[in-house]
């Protein structure tokens, strides 16, 4: 698979999992569309928990590799809040109930 190839797969991978509620897949000459409706976990801010304990967390709580976790840490310091995971509500309530659980901030919606 060639450069361009893999970098539309990730492209449409990111689009879908991370922005939720359209895909687009491109199928020889038909655009087949599909409505998603997915749910978020919405990490914020806050001035208690260090760098570490979130990147942690992240990892255990949301199945974050390194790189995921400390991308979303410095959006979560920066920017004030981050999604951190998306699906279904069923998979995401025991998830975001286990980062409030261990004092992160963070809501479902």
């Known amino acids: 698979m060639g450069r361009f190839k893999v970098f539309e797969v990730v492209k449409l991978f990111y689009k879908f999992v991370v922005l939720g509620s359209k895909e687009k897949i491109?199928?020889?000459s038909h655009t087949l569309e599909k409505e998603v409706y997915q749910h978020e976990i919405i990490l914020y801010n806050?001035?208690?928990n260090t760098f570490d304990f979130v990147i942690d967390s992240l990892i255990n709580v949301c199945q974050h590799t390194?790189?995921?976790a400390e991308q979303c840490t410095w959006l979560v310091h920066f920017?004030?809040?981050c999604t951190v995971k998306t699906g279904e509500i069923d998979d995401l309530k025991p998830r975001c109930s286990k980062l409030q659980?261990?004092?992160l901030s963070a809501e479902l919606i």
């Open 26 to 28: 491109q199928e020889d």
């Open 46 to 48: 806050d001035d208690v």
């Open 66 to 68: 390194i790189e995921q």
């Open 79 to 81: 920017k004030g809040k």
């Open 101 to 103: 659980s261990l004092g």
